[in-house]
């Protein structure tokens, strides 16, 4: 056993000493000229990949010889405009925007679902609530509540309506919605109201204000453009004003279908700046998708409830209105950048750093698969313990005039 640790301490003293008189060492790169075209193929392919990485991706494309600002000050207006017939009645905005003036969200009504005149009093719970239905009184429980019915129960078990089954009785506003309600056409006009979207950014590192709408040299050149411009990505990227229909088309939906169900659409407009230029190219593109859940057809929609009051014979009354519609989510992205020396240095060293891939690579490949006499490793790694008084001659090395010391192995090396 006192062999063992004798053994295993001197092992470890030796250890040590070795891995503490290496640490001192100094390690310099030997350049040694392989004439082998398939790994010369190689290192040269490397070689151009990264080179073409760094230019076309990191500089050309990702700017990364800029300054970047991603989170710019932004602010949002928006305006519905247009009227509508329905029936006998005019409808303008007040009627069908909510709100009329908003500010990154607005909607508009496309289809409604009304019940006129309802009042507080006792009435039939709708019978597909959970435990509505009823034979008895009995059947009944005086003041429960149901979370998915409609009121407070009063114990009595009645007819429900006109009909000859039972269901319990409720206090609620009477008539309940589902026996009441009215389903009225949808808002098909709401093809042709437009939106008016004003957008203003604000990059406080560079100081550039931008907005996306045309300048013009006065208020009332303004007005008359704003009121007859439409968007149009290449005739007319300045125009805020945009067609519902025209959202819908470019989210790749059906306007009919969004009058029965509703929807909601993300307006997303984007601000890429290149800053070297001059602001005025700094332009918004906007695109336009679908927010909601289509899959899930429980949730999926966009539909509110509001209602009207009013004295009825001095009883209060209301009207309950179920507006199905689409509501419009503005979203601002920005992203400026402008040349800065610090950026430019920091890729510019890693892309030099990065060369040295191609190096490590081909050693890699050059040892592993091709050194199979291990000829390459024999002149690859030479050790030096003490610095030789005299030349020592070696018929495949030479010093060149930059005095980097090669090996020539381009003869009688077996592949």
Request: charged content about 25%; proline content about 5%.
């Amino acid at each position: 056993m006192g062999e063992v640790f004798h053994t295993f301490i001197v092992g470890f003293t030796v250890f040590i000493k070795d891995y503490f008189t290496g640490f001192w060492d100094y390690e310099t790169p030997k350049m040694m000229v392989v004439k082998n075209r398939t790994l010369g193929f190689i290192y040269r392919s490397v070689q151009f990949l990264v080179i073409t990485y760094f230019i076309w991706y990191v500089f050309i494309s990702e700017k990364a010889y800029q300054e970047s600002e991603t989170h710019p000050e932004s602010s949002v207006y928006t305006l519905m405009k247009g009227t509508a017939v329905h029936g006998d009645y005019i409808l303008d905005t007040v009627e069908y925007v909510q709100p009329s003036e908003g500010g990154d969200v607005i909607s508009t009504i496309l289809r409604r679902e009304v019940t006129y005149d309802q009042k507080h009093g006792t009435c039939a719970e709708h019978f597909k609530v959970p435990s509505a239905n009823c034979t008895t009184d009995s059947d009944c429980v005086q003041g429960e509540i149901d979370f998915e019915g409609h009121g407070r129960r009063t114990g009595r078990c009645i007819r429900y309506y006109n009909h000859a089954f039972k269901t319990c009785e409720i206090q609620t506003w009477c008539p309940i919605e589902e026996y009441a309600v009215v389903r009225e056409p949808p808002l098909v006009e709401a093809i042709n109201f437009t939106v008016f979207i004003r957008n203003s950014i604000h990059f406080p590192k560079f100081k550039v204000l931008r907005g996306n709408i045309k300048d013009m040299p006065n208020k009332r050149k303004m007005q008359k453009y704003l009121s007859k411009c439409q968007y149009d990505e290449e005739n007319e990227p300045y125009c805020p004003n945009f067609r519902l229909g025209y959202i819908a088309n470019k989210a790749r939906e059906n306007f009919s279908e969004l009058c029965k169900t509703g929807g909601v659409i993300g307006v997303f407009i984007n601000w890429k700046c290149n800053l070297d230029l001059d602001p005025s190219h700094c332009k918004p593109t906007y695109s336009f998708r679908r927010l909601d859940l289509r899959k899930d057809q429980a949730s999926s929609g966009y539909y509110y409830r509001f209602a009207k009051y009013y004295n009825k014979n001095g009883v209060s009354s209301r009207t309950l209105i179920k507006a199905y519609g689409i509501r419009l989510d503005v979203i601002v992205h920005g992203q400026a950048g402008k040349f800065s020396p610090i950026p430019t240095m920091i890729s510019t060293v890693t892309a030099l750093t990065s060369v040295g891939i191609c190096t490590i690579t081909c050693d890699w490949i050059m040892l592993t698969f091709i050194d199979k006499n291990e000829i390459y490793s024999e002149r690859k790694f030479d050790e030096v313990i003490n610095e030789p008084t005299a030349p020592i001659p070696t018929e495949l090395s030479y010093i060149n005039s930059f005095g980097s010391i090669h090996s020539d192995l381009s003869d009688g090396v077996p592949l």
